[in-house]
């Protein structure tokens, strides 16, 4: 199956300080990526949709001044936490789509904001 | 917006059972329902997945049903293994769209 990659895997960072996450697809062009957030034994929160060469599309709740994505390429997206604050402490994860609909994900990020 | 509901939240079977998992949907213009399997720590797997052109998919021992009437789907396991143990998630699409959901979950556990 196709390769999503993330990095870092794992951050921690002092309290205002801004984060940034890539994803890259490997071996495939992925028009669409999405950006996730999952908390302890909870299901994935979708927190926005980035497209190749666009703005992304938050979802309701997602300030998006604070979570900035950028989809320069078909195989790269970064997700920006800027002034992180401990409850921003989480696990994010990002997906990509093929042309058929499968969605990648990467092996998410693990970021602990002290 | 759609909203994905799955059910049972835990799933407790002896191996060699069967488990089932069931999600419901709400819009009627989702037309894509991966399921996926999530092993502590890891990322979600696509396991099957059906289109909404299609009633039933199976793939060895799992198979994935969907009644688009009624608007819910769902994912069978036959012949379970203690390592079928997961969280096993449901989602929903519009082909081509933007909008992906996943129900809350399912965590499944195998016991030997």
């Known amino acids: 199956g196709a390769v999503v990659s993330q990095h870092p895997s794992r951050v921690i960072c002092k309290s205002g300080t801004s984060v940034k996450i890539e994803c890259r697809s490997l071996?495939?062009?992925?028009?669409?990526m999405f950006w996730y957030r999952q908390f302890p034994k909870q299901s994935l929160m979708l927190m926005a949709t980035?497209?190749?060469?666009?703005?992304?599309?938050?979802e309701q709740g997602v300030e998006k001044d604070k979570f900035l994505i950028n989809h320069a390429s078909l195989t790269l997206s970064t997700l920006t936490v800027t002034s992180a604050h401990p409850e921003d402490s989480s696990f994010y994860i990002c997906?990509?789509?093929?042309?058929?609909?499968?969605?990648?994900f990467g092996p998410g990020t693990r970021l602990t904001v002290l | 917006g759609e909203n994905v509901e799955q059910h049972p939240s835990t799933l407790s079977v002896q191996e060699g059972d069967s488990a089932v998992i069931k999600c419901t949907y709400s819009?009627?213009?989702?037309?894509?329902f991966p399921w996926y399997k999530q092993e502590l720590g890891k990322r979600p797997q696509l396991i099957i997945d059906i289109r909404s052109n299609v009633g039933e998919k199976k793939d060895q021992r799992i198979a994935v049903t969907l009644n688009k009437t009624a608007k819910h789907f769902s994912l069978h396991i036959t012949e379970t293994q203690p390592e079928d143990s997961a969280v096993y998630f449901c989602a929903a699409s519009i082909h081509t769209g933007n909008q992906f959901y996943f129900g809350t979950g399912t965590s499944l556990t195998v016991i030997p």
């Open positions: 997906s990509a789509r093929t042309y058929t609909d499968t969605q990648y």
């Open positions: 980035s497209n190749e060469g666009s703005k992304a599309t938050y």
């Open positions: 071996d495939f062009q992925a028009t669409t």
């Open positions: 819009d009627s213009a989702s037309n894509y």
